[in-house]
């Protein structure tokens, strides 16, 4: 099989390059290589208040449209929240970008909703605790409105000649021809796709991928940082005022202990705590949808602790993923939850006292102790964090507050690449697994950028 582009990944990101290079040049061949499911076919089986049942190919992470298909549909209209895509291509460009994948989104939705604009208010009551408030337009189409966005983006793809490959592994890439040969995999089939240029939109899941190619060509990775933490979850009251006036508060915090960074990101109005399975790890998240009638009392978001590697050390990923995966082990194959008053108190969390708890938990987790797993440099931080949030949105640190873990978000792998996102001839590398982007819109725009870059359109 030949194709123009090959196109690693059926994210966001690798949606949104399809859709260019189709409207740049409806003759050109394009393929998606995608090993999850299509749209449709992507079903939790663990499903609501119920525990992960360990999938082979996780149907919350993996799959068309990613992880942002059974996300809160959050698309932050801007480069405040994370990232470097500002600095990478300027502001103007990125943001030239950014805006146009809200078009493109626009044009597929059958209700967009308006923006959340900035609060002034909100952000210096923030600066008056020593918090910052992250300030930057939000559009919210919830989980079920994006889903169905994401549906008629993949439909018109599908209709525009794009050859979508689903449960297609990609296990090798080689050179070959003045292009690459990208042996895949289909279940007991394999087969080889001849491509003229790759782009490669796997998103974190990805990074050992991009590592073993990075390492097979020679190029050159630079090391990010980690994030470590929990999904925090109580009463939707508590942050209501937040909530109602911005919608998503991004808040960052430098901890007087050890004045390290911590970032209170990704909140679910009236949403679930979920779990993810990353090739066997099961980590925490969350979300929310836009109809009124799927809300819950609750409200959740993450706390994260930054940690940055000095020195040789090169795996900060692995780093992160072994304290999720003994977090798995301490937890019985299971997330651990954790009510905040048993954190502080220096006692596990048991089924009895969950089950007195005045915060209903909306994910089946395991009653537990954080503390037996988490570091004591980023435990210190998440508590020091919920005091802090708790002068801005009374509550925060209620005892009945609970606490999953963990949560992790890996950038450690960060290729270098010569401005246009080429880290190789003909090889793009896009979305949250560069290294580069944070968040949905950011990763659609570099699709749409590489895409532009491929056709010669300024």
């Known amino acids: 099989m030949r194709t123009s582009v090959a196109i690693i990944g059926g994210g966001i990101g690798g949606l949104m390059a399809a859709y260019r290079l189709k409207k740049n040049d409806p003759k050109i061949d394009v393929t998606i290589i995608e090993r999850g499911f299509e749209l449709e076919k992507r079903h939790c089986p663990a499903g609501h208040n119920k525990a992960c049942v360990h999938c082979k190919v996780c149907s919350i992470t993996g799959g068309y449209a990613g992880a942002g298909a059974f996300s809160d549909g959050k698309f932050n209209i801007g480069t405040a929240y994370g990232g470097s895509m500002g600095e990478e291509l300027g502001e103007i460009v990125a943001m030239k970008y950014i805006n146009g994948v809200d078009k493109v989104l626009e044009s597929f939705a059958d209700d967009y909703p308006p923006l959340y604009n900035s609060n002034e208010e909100l952000k210096l009551k923030c600066l008056q605790n020593n918090l910052r408030l992250l300030d930057m337009n939000v559009r919210h189409l919830g989980t079920d409105k994006n889903f169905k966005t994401m549906q008629k983006l993949i439909e018109w793809i599908r209709e525009a000649g794009v050859a979508m490959l689903s449960g297609t592994e990609c296990k090798n890439v080689d050179k070959s021809d003045g292009g690459y040969d990208i042996s895949i995999s289909r279940g007991k089939t ?236 003909n090889v793009y590398l896009i979305g949250d697994g560069s290294g580069i982007t944070r968040g949905l819109s950011q990763s659609g725009a570099m699709g749409l950028f590489v895409a532009d870059k491929i056709c010669n359109v300024e």
């Open 190 to 425: 394999d087969d080889v796709i001849h491509a003229d240029k790759v782009i490669i939109a796997t998103g974190r899941s990805g990074a050992d991928f991009v590592s073993s190619l990075c390492n097979k060509f020679g190029v050159k990775m630079n090391s990010n940082s980690v994030d470590i933490g929990v999904r925090v979850e109580m009463k939707d009251i508590i942050w209501r005022e937040f909530s109602q006036k911005i919608y998503e508060p991004k808040i960052l915090y430098r901890t007087k202990t050890f004045e390290d960074r911590t970032r209170m990101f990704c909140f679910n109005q009236g949403g679930l705590v979920s779990a993810e399975n990353n090739h066997g790890v099961i980590t925490a998240n969350g979300h929310s949808f836009a109809e009124p009638e799927k809300k819950t009392e609750n409200c959740n978001f993450a706390i994260l602790s930054s940690i940055h590697f000095n020195g040789n050390f090169n795996k900060p990923t692995e780093y992160a993923e072994n304290i999720a995966r003994n977090m798995n082990f301490a937890g019985d194959g299971n997330i651990i939850v954790q009510r905040f008053g048993d954190l502080v108190r220096g006692r596990r969390t048991n089924e009895h006292r969950l089950a007195a708890n005045t915060v209903t938990p909306t994910l089946r987790a395991y009653p537990g102790d954080l503390s037996i797993v988490l570091p004591y440099r980023a435990l210190t931080n998440i508590i020091e964090t919920i005091y802090a949030l708790d002068k801005v949105a009374p509550g925060t640190a209620n005892p009945d507050t609970l606490l999953y873990g963990c949560e992790n978000k890996y950038y450690s792998i960060r290729p270098e690449h010569n401005g246009s996102f080429e880290i190789m001839d």
